[in-house]
């Protein structure tokens, strides 16, 4: 079962490393770390904080540039050391 800590790692990494906010979206074999990623990809896609990208050749994620405040909330709750990082 995926964790609230999981998502938020998952959505900070999105956020942080490269900025995958709405059209910019990062492939999914980069997070093959996660290991209830497609439990997480689920979830966060069906409550909208995440956009799957289905292309021919592989799929890319990226979070919801209209529940921007919310994610970055989120994140900064549930891992207090990146609060007023992720911008």
Same mark, same amino acid.
């Given at each position: 079962?995926?964790?609230?800590?999981?998502?938020?790692?998952?959505?900070?990494?999105?956020?942080?490393?490269?900025?995958?906010?709405?059209? /910019?979206?990062?492939?999914?074999?980069?997070?093959?770390?996660? @290991?209830?990623?497609? =439990? *997480? %990809?689920?979830?966060?896609? #069906?409550?909208?904080?995440?956009?799957?990208?289905? /292309?021919?050749?592989?799929?890319?994620?990226?979070?919801?540039? @209209?529940?921007?405040? =919310? *994610? %970055?909330?989120?994140?900064? #709750?549930?891992?207090?050391?990146?609060?007023?990082?992720?911008?």
């Amino acid at each position: 079962m995926a964790s609230d800590l999981e998502k938020a790692q998952l959505m900070s990494v999105l956020a942080r490393s490269k900025g995958n906010w709405g059209e /910019k979206y990062d492939r999914l074999e980069h997070f093959k770390r996660f @290991q209830n990623l497609k =439990e *997480i %990809i689920k979830k966060l896609s #069906k409550q909208g904080w995440l956009i799957v990208h289905d /292309k021919p050749n592989f799929t890319g994620i990226s979070l919801n540039t @209209q529940f921007k405040r =919310e *994610i %970055i909330e989120f994140i900064e #709750k549930e891992m207090p050391y990146l609060k007023g990082i992720i911008k």
